[in-house]
């Protein structure tokens, strides 16, 4: 019987932004060292790992479309640096209304229809963010890129139009080119948020 494949759910900024967080993301690779953030691509980490049976990802599909279909685009306002010391480093994501209210409805549609809950996160408040430096951040070269970025403006805003569906694959013997460098998460499928605003 093969593994159960991991997922994870989340927002995308869109390319533009991505491109941009993800030379902040090689920046701290090159000069701090710390490569794990680029394993995937920017995003907004709403539903946090989990496994699931490949043969059957299409239930799986089908729950995040029903949830989807009943949601709206959202407005994602990015603001500055912050920092979970000391071994991470995030772009501060503006804890609007909508997005406080979905990533709760996400979890608890995905506990009750998939039965996928994490009870790490179910004790945890939800801070939204995009991380740009972790894990492997050594705490030394943590206090000097905190040192740095914590004075560093970053500003952007958008609207996610769409949940997304990390798949985690290691593919061998692929070269990786400068946009995928080390990246492991990859979109597997996205459901647009679709409900009409009244």
Request: aromatic residues 10%.
């Amino acid at each position: 019987m093969p593994a159960p494949a991991r997922f994870f759910v989340a927002l995308l900024p869109p390319q533009s932004v991505q491109a941009e967080i993800t030379a902040i993301k090689q920046d701290i690779w090159q000069r701090f060292g710390s490569r794990a953030a680029l394993s995937a691509p920017p995003h907004i980490t709403l539903q946090p790992p989990f496994q699931w049976p490949l043969e059957q990802v299409s239930d799986l599909e089908q729950s995040l479309a029903a949830l989807a279909q009943r949601q709206i685009p959202l407005p994602i306002a990015l603001d500055g640096y912050s920092a979970f010391a000391p071994r991470v480093i995030y772009i501060d994501v503006v804890q609007t209304p909508g997005l406080m209210a979905l990533q709760p409805q996400l979890m608890a549609h995905l506990e009750t229809h998939c039965g996928i809950c994490d009870p790490i996160a179910q004790t945890r408040a939800f801070v939204p963010h995009v991380t740009v430096g972790f894990r492997d951040l050594t705490p030394e070269a943590f206090h000097r890129a905190w040192a740095e970025l914590a004075q560093r403006p970053f500003a952007a805003e958008f609207i996610a139009p769409k949940l997304t569906l990390l798949h985690y694959s290691a593919p061998q013997g692929q070269p990786e080119d400068e946009r995928h460098r080390g990246q492991k998460w990859q979109i597997f499928a996205e459901f647009s948020l679709n409900a009409s605003i009244l």
